[in-house]
């Protein structure tokens, strides 16, 4: 009498790639989380008024009644750190899309009609892209002034030719395949050879983009917040309370600088790590 075996079942173990992307999007969610959920927390009482100062205490280390300790000029820092999270997705938000709204066409456009007009606008993003982020960004909000619009109007500038030159070269490389070569010669109109074909092609890779340059973002309003160039200062945002921790710190007083700190960079790493996930995931369809 013969036994077969029956084949063992295979553990599915995620992918690296997979276990960054999830890793991510866990940091990011709860982040957003925070941020939706920050003035209901203040109105159950939970949390104190962020732009409230406190008459007292005033520099009082982290223990069970302020959990990350207050500030010189009596803010709650726990609260400010979290409401600040507010302020940075609605920045990051905007300036994004604003810079995706804005790239994405010109990058079809761009490829598809080639000529003086790729070469003016390829150009012209080229200068722009030369130029460093944090210090683009730095001029525009002189320009411009401090706001939440205005804050993602400076941030967004230097996005731009990112989301342009990513969907200008993969247009370039697509225009020229049979399918689009059948839409033309059946009598589609360039807008619906770029809409309705083009598109979905090139659109693939943004989300990456979109993530990555999202992470930056965070990086670059903090340093226009810790120059006094981004938000107003009665809005709670990381750059500016780590620069109102600036006098504290030679004094001992670590805790007004360590939390927005490991807040900021805390979004940074969640939104890379969601990135580099999405990135290694489009690399391997692409393959497939």
Same mark, same amino acid.
């Given at each position: 009498?013969?036994?077969?075996?029956?084949?063992?079942?295979?553990?599915?173990?995620?992918?690296?790639?997979?276990?960054?992307?999830?890793? !991510?999007?866990?940091?990011?969610?709860?982040?957003?989380?925070?941020?939706?959920?920050?003035?209901?927390?203040?109105?159950?009482?939970?949390?104190?008024?962020?732009?409230?100062?406190?008459?007292?205490?005033?520099?009082?280390?982290?223990?069970? /009644?302020?959990?990350?300790?207050?500030?010189?000029?009596?803010?709650?820092?726990?609260?400010?750190?979290?409401?600040?999270?507010?302020?940075?997705?609605?920045?990051?938000?905007?300036?994004?899309?604003?810079?995706?709204?804005?790239?994405?066409? =010109?990058?079809?456009?761009?490829?598809?009609?080639?000529?003086?007009?790729?070469?003016? =606008?390829?150009? =012209?993003?080229?200068?722009?892209?030369?130029?460093?982020?944090?210090?683009?960004?730095?001029?525009?909000?002189?320009?411009?002034?401090?706001?939440?619009?205005?804050?993602?109007?400076?941030?967004?500038?230097?996005?731009?030719?990112?989301?342009?030159?990513?969907?200008?070269?993969?247009?370039?490389?697509?225009?020229?395949?049979?399918?689009?070569?059948?839409?033309?010669?059946? !009598?589609?109109?360039?807008?619906?050879?770029?809409?309705?074909?083009?598109?979905?092609?090139?659109?693939?890779?943004?989300?990456?983009?979109?993530?990555?340059?999202?992470? /930056?973002?965070?990086?670059?309003?903090?340093?226009?917040?810790?120059?006094?160039?981004?938000?107003?200062?009665?809005?709670?945002?990381?750059?500016? /309370?780590?620069?109102?921790?600036?006098?504290?710190?030679?004094?001992?007083?670590?805790?007004?600088?360590?939390?927005?700190?490991?807040?900021?960079?805390?979004?940074?790493?969640?939104?890379?790590?969601?990135?580099?996930?999405?990135?290694?995931?489009?690399?391997?369809?692409?393959?497939?």
């Amino acid at each position: 009498m013969t036994t077969t075996k029956l084949p063992l079942k295979r553990s599915f173990r995620p992918s690296l790639s997979m276990q960054l992307m999830f890793a !991510g999007a866990i940091i990011t969610i709860s982040f957003i989380l925070i941020a939706v959920f920050a003035p209901v927390f203040q109105s159950w009482g939970w949390l104190q008024n962020p732009t409230e100062s406190l008459s007292n205490p005033i520099h009082q280390a982290p223990g069970k /009644d302020y959990w990350f300790g207050t500030t010189r000029q009596g803010y709650d820092v726990f609260s400010r750190t979290l409401f600040a999270s507010q302020a940075a997705l609605k920045v990051v938000l905007l300036a994004t899309t604003l810079s995706l709204i804005i790239g994405v066409p =010109l990058g079809l456009i761009s490829g598809y009609l080639g000529g003086k007009i790729d070469k003016m =606008l390829l150009f =012209l993003m080229d200068t722009v892209y030369t130029l460093p982020g944090l210090l683009l960004s730095v001029t525009l909000a002189f320009v411009v002034g401090k706001g939440v619009l205005n804050a993602a109007i400076a941030l967004s500038i230097s996005y731009v030719p990112q989301y342009y030159r990513v969907v200008r070269n993969h247009t370039t490389s697509v225009k020229t395949e049979l399918f689009i070569e059948a839409a033309k010669a059946m !009598g589609a109109s360039p807008t619906r050879v770029l809409s309705r074909y083009l598109f979905g092609h090139v659109i693939q890779s943004v989300p990456v983009l979109f993530t990555l340059n999202a992470a /930056d973002a965070i990086l670059v309003l903090g340093g226009l917040g810790f120059l006094g160039l981004g938000l107003p200062e009665e809005v709670p945002e990381w750059g500016h /309370d780590l620069h109102l921790a600036l006098d504290a710190l030679p004094t001992g007083i670590w805790w007004t600088a360590l939390f927005p700190g490991l807040a900021m960079t805390g979004m940074v790493i969640g939104l890379s790590l969601l990135g580099e996930g999405l990135s290694e995931v489009f690399r391997g369809r692409g393959r497939g």
